[in-house]
Nanobody, 123 residues
């Protein structure tokens, strides 16, 4: 089992920035494709960013492209989600997810999940 721990959420005004972090104690993300998802109340879980285990490929949906950036530190111990120009519609619980083999955008195919962290963007 892989435990994922998110941090860095909180309350920010529209137009502001936040950086989320995801750690996997005792593991390296070099062995896992990693993604960030979010889920707002009453909505389905939505893919927002992904990075492959090599760290060389990232992908984003149009809703966040140009505003969100996923990255990984050089040691492979932490995955980040830098969120800029935040909008009220970005308000959601954000989840870090990882899988040894799957690198796509479906939440159903990721084996490991964090507990989630709240991001609230006020207008």
């Amino acid at each position: 089992q892989v435990k994922l721990v998110e941090s860095g959420g909180g309350l920010v005004q529209a137009g502001g920035s936040l950086r989320l972090s995801c750690e996997a104690p005792g593991r390296t993300f070099r062995a896992y494709n990693t993604a960030w998802f979010r889920q707002a109340p009453g909505k389905e879980r939505e893919f927002v960013a992904g990075i492959n285990k090599n760290g060389g490929s990232t992908n984003y949906p149009d809703s966040v492209k140009g505003r969100f950036t996923i990255s990984r530190d050089t040691d492979g111990n932490t995955v980040y989600l830098q969120m800029n120009n935040l909008k009220p519609e970005d308000t959601a619980v954000y989840y870090c997810a990882a899988d040894r083999y799957y690198s796509g955008s479906s939440p159903r195919n990721h084996d490991y999940w964090g507990q989630g962290i709240q991001v609230t963007v006020s207008s």
